[in-house]
């Protein structure tokens, strides 16, 4: 019966194409190291996460598992989980919502709880100009409208961003409302919000724009961008920052620069000027320590996949496209390739099946994931070899 198979790849050079030979029960072991050990991004905050979403390499990662309240920072979630339902035709750009009597006292000007589009009650709006009131204003009046006009009341709004969150991947988040005030449960990890950023920027592009609109008039009322980051951090497009009682300061952040996207994710700051120092920190030391690396080149062969059955008792597994990884410029941290497949594979193989992955672990675990396909096809093999294999695999279980 098949199992998973798991290899480690042994480099100590800078090429990681070198591969050592294998040991009983087809696993290698070791660690590669790309050369002598240099400074390395570091941050004071207590929880902090930096993606590079085009490689899908984590740069870096800390206590980026343990959960926190993210106040207001719910609202990127808000956004993302009408982003979808327009996606899904649920709603559209132009569709009126109504001003309940309690979005305008609970988010409104007369809840006196932060920030607010000054929303009119019972006037209708626009989901388009909503949009616009949640991700420039703020408004907690905006997300209670657009949670009511989707779903018809926030509680249930709010099942539909735990869903979408799950979809995601946000294994570690739940949501309780759409505006993040604290008397519902919301909590999240730094993992799990720079999931999201990555989410809403590749799967609603256009929609994305909006966290990056300077300012927007509502009600005869003119209000600047009200994200705390935009324009303080070089190149920053989104996406937003909150603030809860017991957990501190949060921020989310996406830059573009050069053509290379990043996401930092950061919690538990004391104030939003530590948060705003944290997060430059953070941006600047992914252009400052790591620089794109080509772990293997498309088609190259990362190792040989054992074969059960076929007319040959291996085949090559190869590199589906390029694997790019963000890695440290000089070095500093330490990397094991493993190479996870369900092998022994039976044959017949056919060739250019995806088959597998390699991982490239690091330090606080996988930091990169990339497919493995298979490099030619095996037929199926005589009965005397079949029926050798099955000696062997009887025995002495499949060993490579």
């Known amino acids: 019966m098949p199992f998973w198979s798991t290899f480690k790849i042994w480099q100590v050079s800078q090429r990681t194409a070198a591969i050592a030979g294998a040991v009983s029960a087809g696993l290698m072991g070791a660690i590669w190291s790309t050369g002598a050990h240099a400074e390395e991004l570091t941050t004071k905050a207590p929880k902090a996460f930096l993606y590079e979403p085009g490689s899908g390499t984590v740069l870096f990662a800390k206590d980026a598992d343990l959960p926190f309240s993210p106040g207001a920072l719910v609202k990127v979630m808000t956004a993302a989980t009408v982003f979808k339902a327009l996606f899904d035709g649920d709603m559209t750009l132009d569709q009126l919502c109504r001003v309940s009597e309690h979005a305008w006292r609970t988010g409104g000007a007369p809840s006196g709880r932060g920030a607010t589009m000054f929303a009119a009650i019972k006037s209708e709006i626009a989901v388009e100009d909503l949009l616009k009131g949640l991700l420039v204003h703020n408004g907690n009046d905006a997300a209670i409208i657009l949670a009511e006009c989707l779903d018809g009341s926030e509680e249930a709004f709010a099942g539909r961003m735990n869903k979408l969150a799950a979809d995601i991947g946000m294994v570690s988040s739940r949501f309780g409302n759409p505006t993040g005030y604290e008397e519902a449960v919301n909590t999240t990890t730094v993992r799990d919000q720079a999931w999201l950023a990555e989410y809403v920027i590749e799967e609603h592009a256009e929609l994305y724009k909006m966290f990056a ?151 606080d675990g996988i930091v990169h994931r990339a497919p493995l396909k298979t490099g030619n096809a095996v037929p199926e093999g005589g009965l005397v070899g079949k029926a050798l294999d099955s000696v062997q695999e009887l025995l002495f279980g499949w060993i490579g």
């Open 213 to 363: 609109i300077p300012e927007f008039t509502w009600n005869k009322i003119f209000q600047r961008n009200k994200n705390p980051l935009l324009g303080e951090i070089r190149n920053l497009d989104g996406l937003g920052g909150g603030r809860h009682s017991t957990d501190g300061f949060s921020g989310l952040g996406s830059i573009d620069r050069n053509g290379r996207r990043i996401i930092a994710s950061v919690a538990g700051l004391k104030s939003d000027k530590h948060r705003l120092a944290t997060l430059k920190e953070i941006f600047e030391g992914a252009w400052e320590f790591y620089a794109v690396q080509t772990v293997f080149a498309a088609g190259e062969t990362v190792i040989d996949g054992r074969v059960y059955g076929g007319t040959s008792g291996s085949v090559p597994l190869v590199a589906a496209e390029n694997i790019d990884v963000f890695l440290p410029r000089d070095g500093a941290l330490e990397y094991r390739l493993r190479v996870v497949y369900q092998g022994p594979l039976v044959a017949p193989v056919k060739e250019g099946v995806t088959v597998g992955e390699l991982r490239v672990v690091g330090k």
